[in-house]
């Protein structure tokens, strides 16, 4: 099987541990859907760079140490799926477009 590598934009940052936590399960439900609906291979920087003893985004040079590092990956994917758009995501999506491919925005089925 020839999966499309994919970096996947959703919300992280949150206001409460609840939104954070909904946020979370978001964007695992998003990279499934990319797996199993799409036969992407998603790359989603921010579930993996803020586990615990990898970086705090609560500390602003470890965010944006995890921004630029899943921007490096960016360059490397086809694409670049939006699944919420919001300001930030938006930024996001413009520093990307050097990077081959488009950048639809998906919602979950």
Known sequence: MNLKRVIVETPYKAK???DLKRNLEFAQACARD???NHQESPFLSHLLYTQPGILDDNIPEERQ???????AWGEMAEATVVYLESRSLHRHV???????????????P
């Open 94 to 108: 413009l520093r990307r477009q050097k990077c081959p491919g488009k950048s639809p925005s998906r919602h979950l």
């Open 16 to 18: 409460s541990k609840i």
């Open 34 to 36: 990319c797996l199993v």
């Open 65 to 71: 140490l995890g921004i630029d590092a899943g921007l």
